[in-house]
């Protein structure tokens, strides 16, 4: 039984991923130029139901920053929340790669930006040299607090992008655990819903190394030129891409990447129906956000649980791929002894 | 048989290699906060002889670029040879991680800088605000052209290194291809001959993702807190940082790394001996660079070997870890069979 | 009569600084070569009366730009004033400059930092890679609000800035009002209280093109020698820095700073004490923001006053050098005149 | 009698332009928001006789590399000279700007780039992602060593930059020099022979302080916006525009700038007649470089001519507005006593 409860980071590799990259253990070209990178596009085309640009990025640090140096000048803004992994867990990695284009942090339920307060940001700034003009919107989905965006809540942040011609990106960090809680299609969460660029997360859902950075849209082929020209110069055109490649593949090729979401959101249900009272946000993905004292905190510890503190009188727990219902539930069953107790 | 000698990235993955990593397959912290990476300074410490503050990292060209900004300011220059991988095959990566320091590129037989080259550029700085001043050296052993400096070599440039100040850095991307050449301790072709930072190659050498950057001497762990902030900033902190540690660890625990390069070495020498007359460089590490005229290497590539170019009537072939003198026989027979023919 | 109110910016030049102009108009050495460039660390040393290295600058921006990125690095944190110069007037130049650092916007009455808003921001920065760290703190005196910090004020700033080892920029685009209003020592309100580096500006106050920017302390000959760098790397080391070095002299030489500064300041208060209810902020420096309808407005524009609007309902009237409490009576009775009316 | 000879930056301001900073001495906007700033547009669209977009500028470091931003991204590269000014004399600030672009300096007479030496580095530019695309031209006229391209020259390179789809910029610190020499029209060494972005100096030849930097062509407007940003960002928006604008206008309007530049031209040509053997470079505008051996550049200067030396047995003479063929007629016969003594 996994007991870790800190991070979908932790995890093992997922064994159909680890076959994929055997099976891509062999001779082929360097770089991107091999037969696994080069089936990217048309494997996400599919998946998104229009043609999509892709790329293989290490990490989603740097598909973020990629991704928001293809829809910013350095002298532009980018809209987001301010609890967003770009603001908050990335060491100012959208400043390094965007030369220092201006987060225009905004606070919001959830984690979730609302059209009212961005518009009401953007009614702050003047159109004149002096002022940084926002440029892009960023937005997480699910989000830091395991929130998840419905297509119509970012279809109405997309309608602000594009009449305002902000290029409109998604940290999808947790896009699976995203689409398998809506169980919508791909394609209603994203372009069809404004979205100009996505990172595309593996990791968290089971991958060893490598996300995915998608562009939609007339302009993806321009903005995917861009940021292989920014992934190279940034250091992260791996040698052997076609490890990176083959990874990704072996997620969407047979839906791996919704049936490893499933079951970490499964296992997440499983443990907020043992505590609704102590769920500080909505559990729509695979993170909860309980309300927990030391004393319970150091209960749940003893008891071989272990999972981050947040701030005060709070605890993150997040579930992950090789979780479901009954994995978790002797700590549902620990939670709830908390409030039976 | 494996056909291929364009490059040292096309190979697969050396299987030890491949059994770290399926080792490594198990819950563990985050990031960097695992066993795996925890064990890399004393790895390399006692592999060095000394000291040593070592991270893992994507890419060769973010080992170098990111040791190049903790030597480098901003205003500064980082004299190298013409041909460095820095100057002609990073897409400018050193000036985006260095945001904008100037590489002062200078000729030199083998793709290697002399001191005496390097004296006469400093010669020509105006020690005033109008002139970017020097402030580091880089190197590449072996070079591109498969060249390699001895510990001589390099101290003669960490000696212009120390007397000015400057940082010096060595690309290792086939370090280990150098040593076995020469035979020699890895501290003797580094800190003891004033090396600051190293990068230290491991995937052309049989990993599959992941290089080691080495920081010794008195400020290595400012250096190496430094670098793990630029890590991060540029999107290289993997979230599962395990799976690049356990690769590197298993390269240099049982000295795979140099079994692995005295294969390459020992491909290139058999490949040597049958063409002396045409090599336009010493071969001493992993890679030829040899006169070939356009129906000779269709001759060749007819017979199924495949290389690059090298411009007009030159080929560059290189071997790897995954084969030695008898494997690469074939070749060796079909390029003598070009001059006995 | 000068009847605009709209900006210090608008003035015409003090006739003291035009006559420095003129008796420097005549053959020296180039960029900071001069003898007029030479006598600036003295004159600012007598006049702060603690060694001072001195650089004239451009402007404003760039002088705060320069000091931010002597103070920290690409990947650390300035905490500001979320209405501070720097993050709302600049188009992210200090992005620019430091290459990215995070400007970390704290609110605060009349644009005025608390120790207490600055230790809670700090308290919610983990001390790991992922987050961006707080390096310095900036603030600006007299505020964009026309509020002046007291020495204690400052030196409760710099005891943080001291204790967590961060760097202290102060802007003082207007520091001659506050320290006029204060009737201070200079030093008292920057070195002593743990000021770094003062952005010192006199266009504002009567000049035509430069400022300058201080370094106090230990460090300070190091920060200017690279303010140095990037004041010529930024396009800042002007051909004839003479005719910007002879207008700062002629600004400190026999207290003109002052004089004018004082001239300014009165007209404020003439103004203030027209309209004591309609004040938005304690009027301590040259600007008043107050309280004014659409027609209140049109009315003020109908004499023939000239002023910014400051949002709906607010106005921004800003005095100068050129006036004192006399000149500015016809707007002193006129703004009594709509509270009378 | 002037008897500096070692930079143009030596002079004091032209007594008409000192007479337009006098004129501008009153209220007006701030910024570039007043109307010597709006008249700049339309007096340099009349000198060029085709629309242009215009900006007063700082320094010429400032102007080139903003011009460079413009036309070049941070992963691209700028063909020039390679004793060009940006290269040698701007401390990196093109890699400041540009955040990152590559010189790519090459060797050719007089400085002056040939089509031929721009064709021979384009070929060996992979078009992949690991090598720097060419994405500028840049040149200086007249060059570093004196000396001036054609209007036929201009435009040989003005055709290998628009078949390849680079920018083309203009270093015109002394462009007056070169129109004086050629007596041809501005436009036919700019934008008829492709140019489109051009640093038109002022300061050099008459000026206080200020450049301006020129854009032609159909993108002009676009790039003169995003140029705008640029300016403010590196904190180049002066407070008091108007005063450079002002400068720059006097300049201009009445031929100022010509008549200067033939009086400084005529000075040289002066000096180059009596030393016609000992010319390093042809004479084409207000620079010398003259072989003089350490005894005979003491023996000048103990008769009161002050020059820079230029390497071992050199020296480097410089003219300027305030002189001509009279008034260096002492220097004049003083060198032509070397070489009949």
């Given amino acids: ?21 055997a099976a891509a253990d062999r001779a082929d070209h360097g770089y991107d130029g091999d037969q696994w990178s080069a089936r990217l596009d048309a494997a996400f085309s599919a998946l998104f139901e229009t043609p999509v640009s892709a790329l293989w990025i290490a990490t989603g640090t740097a598909a973020n920053s990629i991704a928001l140096a293809c829809l910013c000048p350095p002298y532009g803004g980018v809209i987001c ?16 790669f965007t030369h220092g284009a201006m987060l225009m942090a905004l606070p919001g339920e959830g984690a979730k930006l609302s059209p009212e307060a961005v518009m009401n940001r953007l009614s702050t700034i003047r159109p004149d040299v002096h002022q940084v003009p926002a440029c892009a919107i960023s937005i997480t989905n699910a989000t830091e607090y395991g929130c998840v965006y419905t297509p119509q809540e970012v279809a109405a942040l997309g309608d602000v ?9 998604m940290d999808g960090a947790r896009f699976a655990n995203a689409v398998a809680h809506l169980d919508c299609a791909p394609a209603d969460l994203t372009w069809r819903a ?56 072996a997620m969407i090729d047979d839906g791996l990447w919704l049936t490893n979401a499933r079951a970490a959101n499964g296992a997440a249900q499983a443990l907020a129906r043992a505590i609704p009272t102590r769920l500080m946000h909505p559990v729509e993905a695979n993170e909860l956000f309980v309300r927990l004292d030391a004393v319970e905190a150091a209960a749940l510890r003893a008891q071989g649980f272990d ?19 009954a994995s978790v539930a002797p700590l549902a069953r620990a939670l709830q002894a908390l409030d039976d107790g």
């Fill in 194 to 249: 404004g979205v100009d660029a996505l990172s595309f997360g593996c990791v968290k859902n089971g991958g060893m190394i490598g996300e995915a950075l998608l562009f939609f849209g007339p302009q993806r082929e321009a903005r995917a030129a861009q940021a292989a020209r920014f992934r190279k110069r940034s250091g992260h055109l791996f040698s052997k891409g076609r490890y990176l490649a083959a990874q990704i593949l």
């Fill in 1 to 21: 039984m996994v007991m870790h409860f800190f991070s979908d980071n932790a995890t093992p590799v997922n064994p159909q991923v680890m076959a994929a990259i």
């Fill in 307 to 325: 999972f981050y503190d947040w701030g005060d009188g709070a605890a993150r727990l997040v579930t992950n791929w090789s979780q479901d219902a």
């Fill in 161 to 169: 992008a594009r009449a305002h011609g902000f290029g409109f990106h």
């Fill in 81 to 96: 929340h301010e609890e967003a992994h770009i603001v908050v867990d990335e060491c100012g990695a959208p400043g390094f």
